[in-house]
């Protein structure tokens, strides 16, 4: 029987950014090249829930490159101090890394170590595995759009950190900082 739970847990975790429907206000936002992000509270009570996407005018194939590679990372993440793969592979399908952030106004400076599973130039999920982080759970996804020459890019995450933070102010910081983390993305590709 517990088995069989674990089981339908992870169906649902795998399929959950597949069902992040465009609303009316995604598409709107989409329509005016701006990224969309929603973030709401985690039913678990401890965590925020992050769902957004946006479109970029250049191939899956780049922006793949671009979200892979440590090298670039801090285009992204302007926060970001240091990214280097630990072990595993990008090309045998998984690697885990380590991200070291600089101090900002809600959050410390941090040490974040993730596995992520790639299905090449499609999806990369990806899992907290140690750090200063008490939950950090999510996917990114490409899709080809206008036969390939652009991509649309799906970001979910389910995040939470074991400090004295309001859950309210981790939820706002989420909502100022994802979009634009997106629209870095975007720059870095276009």
Not at 15 to 36: I, S
Not at 122 to 142: A, N
Not at 162 to 189: F, G, H, I, S
Request: aromatic share 6%; glycine share 6%.
């Amino acid at each position: 029987m517990r088995g069989l739970l674990a089981l339908l847990g992870l169906l649902l975790t795998a399929t959950a950014a597949d069902a992040f429907e465009l609303n009316a206000k995604a598409q709107a936002a989409l329509a005016k090249r701006e990224a969309y992000t929603e973030v709401s509270p985690d039913p678990d009570g401890v965590s925020g829930h992050v769902r957004a996407v946006i479109d970029i005018a250049a191939p899956p194939t780049k922006v793949w490159a671009m979200i892979t590679d440590c090298a670039v990372a801090h285009k992204m993440l302007t926060n970001l101090t240091s990214c280097r793969t630990l072990s595993g592979d990008q090309r045998k399908g998984w690697d885990i890394r380590e991200h070291l952030t600089r101090r900002n106004l809600v959050f410390p400076g941090m040490r974040i170590v993730f596995r992520s599973d790639y299905e090449p130039v499609s999806r990369i999920r990806f899992k907290l595995v140690e750090g200063d982080l008490k939950v950090e759970q999510g996917e990114w996804r490409l899709e080809p759009l206008n036969g390939g020459r652009g991509t649309r890019v799906f970001y979910e995450n389910r995040l939470a950190v074991d400090w004295p933070v309001p859950k309210a102010l981790l939820r706002e910081t989420l909502r100022r900082d994802t979009p634009k983390v997106l629209m870095n993305l975007r720059r870095a590709c276009e």
